[in-house]
């Protein structure tokens, strides 16, 4: 019934204003080229959009969102489509805005220690530029060497070293933005904090439903003057993770703090076999120890002290880069290494408090066994960050469903330790109908006002972050599904 | 005519619903008492309340906004009233929400670092309650012995230490918060980042205009290891300000970093004589360093090493607390010492980037000699957060409006060279008018969209923040005070 009332779109005059406005190879519409789009990294929701366009100016994407609005049509920003949650999912009938024409680096001011950027710049290119003046970008999501600034600002982004640097809003200063009617402004500065609302804070993380930021100024920081990896290996996961809690207790904040699991272990030796992690050890701790070489110095004699205190079986440190290349590398092909294993994996994103570790990841344990799929456990554990990697074949009929139910079991059991659904990856298409465990109707209802403000229309990433009652499953009553239905229809 | 035509509001029946919801004690209306709430710290601008009310719970200060809210008058809350922007100054026939009974540390969970507080909680509180255990809540505004929590949350406060580590938001987890509706909600959490808008973010720094916090959870540090003073004195503004600079490009980032000049200096010594600071000295750095004692140690030498080599005279250093102390004791008392030069004195605040320094020190004295008035120099020279101390005698007719004209010339100057109207104080009452010169038009639109979804009665604190045009001088232009008058008649 509904199919049949929809209207259809006539995108004849839609495609001639945008190639007006963006020239004829700033407009996508073949059905075989928008394939490439159907999807971001969350490749089990996808959706084709009616059409792509490839602004470069800040200019052009206000023209953009503005021939939207006037035709009624949604539309999606998307940087480098690398996102864990589908926060880059096109919806029906809609228009992607896709970044990846605006890569330009517009400025960097080493003395104030900031560069201005456009959303389409890949994350490491912001290190690459500043590094050989002793400088760098801290946030670093394993997906960095592809993934675009403007897509970490839409997710807020973290990283192994979000535990002692923070995660990307810590590291914006201001924005140009292009609100979802096409106007233009400009929120925070080029000073860490500015008067009035902080609009950059609510900003970032708001996964596309408020805007899209066309100019971005960064934070960048001085590298560190010494950097020391150190690697401990663990017969049980109670051991590393005491030894995590009490690290942050003695008052060290290490640059990052990761913990693998046997089966990572054993699957990044498979794979990329750096032979320094040992295959019989329960679970590995790496921890990235910067700052002044006396610092350095100092802080990993303590760290290596509190891990055999906690039962450690061997300590491992390197402080060149070539070893400490060796001793990330298995855990940077951690994902990878996953995909050997099974023809296919899902990985969760939850936060814990630290002091659970060691409960929560008995239970996943449980749950593991329960719904009988093997979990991968790879995490930021310093910041209680947990990424579980759930095996399983998505060719067999069926199996997607239960490994997203058990993803959803893991979520339910952070919120319930007083953790939260997502770390770094976003709420995006994936997640939203968790957040009714996180938050109150009124929270919720609260939030949905500055994107009722912000974005009255709803044509800006519609879908996203807030669970619906449609796409929840929530509306078994029939009676929802034809209010909701209704709402869409007129 | 406005006055005349103005509605009386009958008070009598409102007192006895607050009466009802807070108690008999719980409401002060005679004038007598009332006086104390004209003002806050900046005593410059008067209105007495009509009503103060003290609430005990988050469940009374709900009361309390509902109640306002049937009978359509204004509320402002206020925590220990020494904010020096006119944040809680009361509007006419408004109710002040004072939150002094409100001073409970309701929780204190060590394990993850934080604790839960009231709003009327002091600042030093917190850290009195934890550092028996090692820790400490980082933001550290002057007046810290008094203000409250609550205050800092509506201020964003700052203080000597959030250079390194950051001003209130930094360190705000979650918040209670009743809405200017009266409805109770939770925003953020107990962990860093929670999914959704970030609206513990915006809400930080919002001046009372969207609500009152009355359950907050701060995040406390583990105290350092060492911790060292340093003081260097100069025979130049620029010699200090060039060492200031080679500090934070050296990628030191000290735990403070304050300016004095000579005005400052031998008004402290004159009042609270440390004989620690050199009389002759054109200005000193007072840094404060801490880490661990290797750390401390290295960083010592290097600091010291880049202020003699900017021309330093002198390099006294304090490990042990007492001599610490005594170090710091002059920057503490500088603002009551200038009080000591003059009848009265205007405090200024305002963030520049740092490699303004010079220039903008220079430009202030220009400005000094323009306008016949001593300005003292006091400030956080790391963050480039100056408070210029203007010097008068308010008895004398005419001078306070000399005197903020003064101050307004050098908010200008900070916006002229890339900075803000506002490091640490505030926008309140005072600063309003100054916000077209730091924001577009569409910045400030959209900011007020935020205000105007949050407060669409304008209920809370009206008048703050935002410029109006009958408050700001622009309506010369009588058709526009017309306008403005028939919008709040009706």
Redesign the interface.
């Known amino acids: 019934m509904l199919t049949q009332n929809k209207k259809q779109i006539d995108w004849k005059p839609i495609i001639k204003k945008f190639e007006a406005a963006l020239g004829k190879n700033g407009v996508v519409k073949t059905r075989e080229e928008l394939i490439t789009y159907e999807c971001d990294g969350l490749t089990s929701y996808r959706q084709r959009p009616a059409l792509v366009v490839l602004p470069r100016t800040t200019e052009q994407v206000a023209a953009a969102v503005k021939i939207c609005n006037q035709y009624s049509v949604p539309f999606i920003a998307r940087g480098s489509g690398t996102g864990l949650s589908g926060g880059a999912l096109p919806s029906e009938d809609s228009v992607l805005i896709v970044t990846s024409l605006m890569r330009q680096i517009l400025k960097i001011d080493l ?3 900031q560069a201005i950027v456009q959303p389409g710049v890949i994350n490491s290119w912001v290190t690459q530029a500043v590094s050989g003046a ?1 400088f760098y970008y801290a946030p670093d999501p394993s997906s960095q060497i592809i993934c675009s600034i403007g897509g970490n600002i839409a997710e ?1 982004s ?1 990283g192994v070293h979000c535990l002692k640097y ?2 990307t ?2 590291h914006v200063l201001g924005l140009k933005l292009v ?1 979802p009617d096409g ?5 925070g ?11 950059t ?2 900003f ?3 996964e596309g439903t ?1 805007g899209i930021a066309t100019e971005i100024t960064l934070r960048i920081l ?4 010494s950097i020391c990896v150190l690697l401990a290996d663990f017969t049980s996961v109670e051991a590393a993770a005491a030894s995590v ?1 009490d690290i ?4 060290i904040i290490p640059g990052g703090m990761e913990m693998m699991d046997n089966i990572s272990i054993n699957a990044v030796e498979d794979v990329v076999a750096t032979n320094c992690y040992p295959r019989d050890a329960t679970a590995i701790l790496l921890v990235e120890i910067d ?2 070489e ?2 350095v ?3 990993k004699q303590r760290i290596a002290e509190i891990c055999l205190k906690n039962g450690a079986r061997n300590i491992t440190t390197a402080n060149d880069l070539e070893t400490r290349l060796k001793l990330w590398k298995g855990r940077k092909a951690a994902f990878a290494a996953a995909g050997h294993l099974s023809p296919d994996y899902y990985v969760q994103d939850g ?1 814990i ?3 659970q570790l060691p409960y929560v990841l008995q239970e996943i344990e449980s749950l593991s066994q329960k719904y009988g799929y093997t979990i991968a456990n790879v995490f930021h554990a310093g ?2 960050n947990l990424h579980p990697l759930i095996l399983f074949d998505n060719s067999v009929s069926g199996e997607l469903e239960k490994v997203e139910e058990l993803g959803g079991e893991i979520l339910k059991l952070c919120v319930k330790v ?7 990856h ?2 995006g298409a994936d ?1 939203k109908c968790y ?1 009714p465990d ?3 109707e ?3 209802e ?2 949905q ?6 974005n009255p229309q709803g044509l800006a990433n519609p879908g996203k ?2 669970p619906t009652p449609r796409t929840c499953g929530e509306a078994a009553n029939a009676a929802n599904i034809k209010q909701f239905a209704g709402v869409e229809k007129f």
Chains 1, 2 share one sequence.
Do not use: H
């Open positions: 003395e104030n220690q002793g807020n973290g923070g995660v809003t810590n609100l106007e233009i402004v400009d929120v500065g080029q000073i860490p904090e500015t008067p009035g609302y902080d609009l804070g609510v970032v993380g708001s408020l001085k590298s560190a003057e809690s942050i207790s003695a008052g700052g002044l006396v610092e110095a100092v802080n936060v408090p630290r002091t910041d209680g007083g953790g939260s659904i997502s770390g770094e976003g709420i997640k957040m996180m938050f109150s009124a929270d919720l609260t939030m006002w500055v994107r009722q403000v912000f972050i807030f």
